[in-house]
């Protein structure tokens, strides 16, 4: 096989579309840097990087963690990044055949329009199903509080793995304002959450289930879905 018919490796990043956190009359949405720090690890491997969003279409950012950070100011200014956050597929018109990570972005938002979305769901149990990752950072682990497998099982049950914590939800006081606590309902669907301090780098990999903590998480959390598709 030559090289040019060597099929290019592919992931997905999952946005959330919901923009409003809860009642609190503040914006939220994705995190960019959660984003913009797993695709330069995927564009940096010559991976295809594709995006889709729950409803279609640009997803709310939940803002820049840092604005004078050279990865979100790519992110922020690549014509091709633009374009492919302005005509996002939402999911329901997402194919996932032919890839090898889907990777759920946090961000607030996420909390509301990630869980509870079977199609979603079947997209991602799709590739893992056929020995792709999943793969997750801060609160895009709402994502796999409804992510079941073909014979029904939870993906997170008997699994260790790394979401936003309880106590880092408290400290940034959104605790009564998120609809769940993360770090607690993954508990109590039978996951081990692996958790570090405030703010402090955690990622977790069990097979071919990667998860990322916080923003600080999200670069590694894309070069270990890479090592584990390409070993």
Known sequence: MSIANIPQHRALLVMTSHGQLGDSGRATGYTVSEAADAWRVFAAA???TDITTVRGGRPPEDGFGDPSDPGQAAWARDPV??????????????????????????????????P????LSRLAAHVYERGGVVASVCHGASALTSLRLSDGSLLVANRRIAAFTDAEERAIGLDGVVPFLLQSRLEDLGAEVLAAGNG??????DGRLITGQNPASAAAVAEEAIAAVVG
């Open 200 to 205: 402090e780098y955690q990622v977790t990999t």
């Open 116 to 119: 509870g979305k079977v199609p």
């Open 81 to 114: 990044i633009r374009a492919k956050l302005d005509s996002a597929p939402a999911f329901l018109h997402t194919d996932p055949t032919g890839c090898d990570v889907v990777y759920f972005v946090g961000g607030h938002g996420s909390m509301w329009d990630f």
């Open 46 to 48: 010559g991976w295809r």
